[in-house]
């Protein structure tokens, strides 16, 4: 069975559905199902269900057990496609405010960038969203350099892979879309040879 998007409840209660009935039931996502996929709402409307039992004291529903098997998410794939860019302490944050309110990205996307967080940014980017990876970069400038390395990896392992190093200043030039990743480095990131290093601090440690 399978959705497209803003379909995704409607697929997970299916399932539920199933394994409550005796099934043996597996709902497959990209990336991560932890991350910023379906696990959690599968865990949500089993909770749901239980509250309302509980509220009406109900027949109790049929036990679900609920196994997660990770996966390989977007931020990993793409990392590993630009170098080592994820070395440091780093925030994940999703441009899509269908499910979260602008308001509250904007105030995610400050508290990253004036802790100088190495920032991946999902979702950058969409037929309904043109401005929102604008704004985004706009909110991170006031904090890092324009020459701050930036990567942009599109459809991650996949036949239509594309992955591009650019900087703050420049990022927008490239093609974004809703399969690309972008990873923003934090004031210690460099380039090398095309690719992106964010140091972990062993240099002011140790000789290398």
């Known amino acids: ?12 209660a299916k399932a539920v559905e199933l394994a409550q009935d005796g099934k043996t039931v597996a709902v497959i996502c990209s990336g991560d199902p932890g991350i910023y996929a379906m696990a959690g709402l599968v865990f949500e409307i089993v909770f749901g269900q239980q509250k309302v039992v509980g509220a009406r004291r109900a027949v109790p529903l049929p036990q679900v057990d609920i196994e997660i098997i990770p996966g390989i998410p977007a931020l990993s794939a793409c990392a590993s496609r630009l170098g080592a860019p994820l070395m440091h302490d780093f925030a994940s ?6 499910l979260t309110p602008w308001e509250l990205i904007e105030k995610r996307l400050e508290a990253a960038a004036s802790a100088d967080f ?5 979702n950058p980017k969409s037929k309904g969203r043109q401005d929102h990876i604008k704004k985004a970069r706009d909110i991170i400038l006031k904090h890092r350099s324009p020459e701050t390395p930036v990567g942009i990896v599109t459809g ?3 036949e239509n892979e594309t992955v591009a190093v650019t900087d703050l200043q420049n990022m927008l030039d490239n093609e974004i879309d809703m399969q690309s990743t972008v990873i923003i480095g934090n004031t210690n990131t460099f380039t090398w040879q095309g690719r992106m290093v964010t140091p972990r601090g062993y240099s002011t440690k140790y000789k290398i």
């Open 1 to 12: 069975m399978s959705s497209g998007m803003r379909q995704e409840v409607d697929r997970c």
């Open 93 to 98: 944050i999703s441009l899509s405010d269908l």
């Open 118 to 122: 190495v920032i991946v940014i999902y």
């Open 156 to 158: 991650a392992s996949r």
